[in-house]
């Protein structure tokens, strides 16, 4: 059994900052890739940024220079900076995992809302 649990969502004023953060735990062998998405009201899920196993790192063009992903073994960090109202959405964390039983999947938190208002 793999759980993945994402913290840190909130209300922040445009232009401030948070930091969310997501921990894979369980029956892990290793983990791939982990990546933050987003899902406002009304639209698709779309990715924000992405880490591999190597430290490689891949952003959206609306995030980039503002939001940096980090990873320290099994917790992925994203750091949101100058927020803007059109980041406010559920944020959502995946990760590319090897179970000990050497089985390959993602697997999804449930979501932390972010909500970037006056």
């Known amino acids: 059994q793999v759980r993945v649990v994402e913290s840190g969502g909130g209300s922040v004023q445009p232009g401030g900052s948070l930091r969310v953060s997501c921990t894979a735990s369980g029956r892990i062998l290793s983990i791939n890739s982990m990546t933050w998405y987003r899902q406002a009201p009304g639209k698709e899920r779309d990715l924000v940024a992405r880490i591999d196993g190597n430290g490689g790192t891949d952003y959206a063009d609306s995030v980039k220079g503002r939001f940096t992903i980090s990873r320290d073994q099994k917790t992925v960090f994203l750091q949101m900076n100058s927020l803007k109202p059109e980041d406010t959405a559920l944020y959502y964390c995946?990760?590319?995992?090897?179970?000990?039983?050497?089985?390959?999947?993602?697997?999804w938190g449930q979501g932390t809302q972010v909500t970037v208002s006056s």
């Open positions: 995946s990760a590319d995992v090897v179970e000990a039983g050497r089985s390959r999947r993602a697997y």
